[in-house]
């Protein structure tokens, strides 16, 4: 393209986005806070599943100071359910540096804000251009694929030398307009029109501007070639109650830090199981009947938990009675979706033996 058709197909994009854009509750502000919440619950994760969230999370932490005050229980409480609780973490960590160090006012250029404990490029990028109306081109699936086929490229997005050459053409077409309204355009444009199969070409704005379109290849782009292979791991889990609480424990690393679940071992056999937790806790359990096998897929692994009914033989030691909830005090703490599904079926099943239901 050359510079008229620059600024052309960019104030397109610009005015179809005002007219056709997505009505969504952090849109309708310019606050720096408010758009940051959104992005990283946004990384990931469907625009549906995170409006509640978004809504529910800014009601209980309107701006950076309530944040950097909360502690990590009420935090991974309202994250429940998004998964990958480490943008919750790097949430926390990154409100409690802009209090620290720019006085509880969200940086307002581009490198200050990319500084942030879990900001990337993308992020940042978002961030600059809503709030501050700084010229920096979003790059992501949207934006990738919209720029292969308006280009007509073969370059294949899973590298990171594509990447970078993407991001210097949004950043060209992103100084011909509004950078707020070109970069969400742009994003609502690949959500909603230039779509990843069955592109809907005759409602798209920018058809005129798109060389796959005119050469027939936009169902072929873009070129994407990742390789990847999911990691099995298999785990027996415990669901193990000492009278009427259930012991679960506070993960300290790893995928699931800082998150509460219920005991789980990468061993063979139950037996195997009883004398891994009594090598850690010191206090025998005893497992008692098969549940049935629950699969939860991550972003490079499947866990295949095989979950047993278990009891303790003792909760009275302070090893165990620490790790001792009721059902009232498990279902306030932050759980990962993993366990969730279990404890939905345990819930299931108390819930068939109430005495109401009998």
């Given at each position: 393209?050359?510079?008229?058709?620059?600024?052309?197909?960019?104030?397109?994009?610009?005015?179809?986005?005002?007219?056709?854009?997505?009505?969504?509750?952090?849109?309708?502000?310019?606050?720096?806070?408010?758009?940051?919440?959104?992005?990283?619950?946004?990384?990931?994760?469907?625009?549906?599943?995170?409006?509640p969230y978004y809504e529910r999370f800014i009601a209980a932490f309107p701006d950076v100071e309530a944040?950097?005050?909360?502690?990590?229980?009420?935090?991974?409480?309202?994250?429940?359910?998004?998964?990958?609780?480490?943008?919750?973490?790097?949430?926390?960590?990154?409100?409690?540096?802009?209090?620290?160090?720019?006085?509880?006012?969200?940086?307002?250029?581009?490198?200050?804000?990319?500084?942030?404990?879990?900001?990337?490029?993308?992020?940042?990028?978002?961030?600059?251009?809503?709030?501050?109306?700084?010229?920096?081109?979003?790059?992501?699936?949207?934006?990738?694929?919209?720029?292969?086929?308006?280009?007509?490229?073969?370059?294949?997005?899973?590298?990171?030398?594509?990447?970078?050459?993407?991001?210097?053409?949004?950043?060209?077409?992103?100084?011909?307009?509004?950078?707020?309204?070109?970069?969400?355009?742009?994003?609502?444009?690949?959500?909603?029109?230039?779509?990843?199969?069955?592109?809907?070409?005759?409602?798209?704005?920018?058809?005129?501007?798109?060389?796959?379109?005119?050469?027939?290849?936009?169902?072929?782009?873009?070129?994407?070639?990742?390789?990847?292979?999911?990691?099995?791991?298999?785990?027996?889990?415990?669901?193990?109650?000492?009278?009427?609480?259930?012991?679960?424990?506070?993960?300290?690393?790893?995928?699931?830090?800082?998150?509460?679940?219920?005991?789980?071992?990468?061993?063979?056999?139950?037996?195997?199981?009883?004398?891994?937790?009594?090598?850690?806790?010191?206090?025998?359990?005893?497992?008692?009947?098969?549940?049935?096998?629950?699969?939860?897929?991550?972003?490079?692994?499947?866990?295949?938990?095989?979950?047993?009914?278990?009891?303790?033989?003792?909760?009275?030691?302070?090893?165990?009675?620490?790790?001792?909830?009721?059902?009232?005090?498990?279902?306030?703490?932050?759980?990962?979706?993993?366990?969730?599904?279990?404890?939905?079926?345990?819930?299931?099943?108390?819930?068939?033996?109430s005495p109401r239901n009998t």
């Amino acid at each position: 393209m050359d510079q008229t058709k620059y600024n052309d197909f960019t104030q397109t994009i610009c005015r179809w986005y005002k007219n056709h854009g997505r009505d969504l509750p952090w849109r309708r502000t310019r606050d720096p806070y408010c758009i940051w919440i959104s992005e990283i619950m946004l990384q990931q994760t469907q625009v549906e599943t995170v409006r509640p969230y978004y809504e529910r999370f800014i009601a209980a932490f309107p701006d950076v100071e309530a944040l950097s005050n909360a502690s990590q229980d009420q935090v991974y409480k309202l994250w429940e359910g998004l998964g990958y609780y480490r943008r919750a973490s790097h949430l926390m960590e990154a409100a409690k540096t802009v209090m620290s160090r720019y006085g509880g006012r969200f940086p307002q250029n581009y490198e200050d804000i990319l500084s942030l404990k879990g900001i990337g490029a993308y992020t940042a990028s978002a961030i600059a251009s809503i709030a501050f109306h700084i010229p920096k081109g979003v790059i992501d699936g949207n934006t990738l694929r919209i720029i292969s086929r308006v280009l007509n490229c073969q370059e294949n997005i899973g590298k990171d030398a594509t990447k970078k050459l993407y991001q210097k053409i949004m950043d060209t077409w992103i100084a011909f307009g509004d950078p707020s309204d070109f970069n969400q355009g742009m994003m609502d444009l690949g959500a909603m029109i230039c779509t990843p199969k069955n592109p809907s070409c005759h409602q798209c704005p920018v058809k005129d501007f798109c060389q796959a379109f005119a050469q027939g290849t936009q169902k072929l782009l873009p070129v994407n070639i990742k390789n990847k292979n999911k990691e099995d791991i298999y785990l027996i889990t415990g669901i193990l109650k000492y009278k009427d609480r259930y012991f679960l424990i506070k993960n300290q690393e790893g995928l699931l830090a800082d998150l509460y679940g219920f005991v789980q071992y990468e061993v063979e056999s139950p037996l195997s199981f009883e004398e891994e937790f009594y090598r850690t806790y010191h206090t025998g359990v005893r497992l008692l009947e098969y549940e049935k096998e629950f699969r939860h897929i991550f972003s490079h692994r499947v866990w295949h938990m095989s979950v047993y009914d278990g009891e303790l033989e003792n909760g009275d030691d302070a090893r165990i009675r620490e790790h001792l909830y009721t059902w009232d005090q498990l279902m306030a703490l932050p759980i990962p979706t993993a366990h969730k599904k279990i404890l939905e079926a345990v819930c299931s099943r108390e819930q068939e033996k109430s005495p109401r239901n009998t």
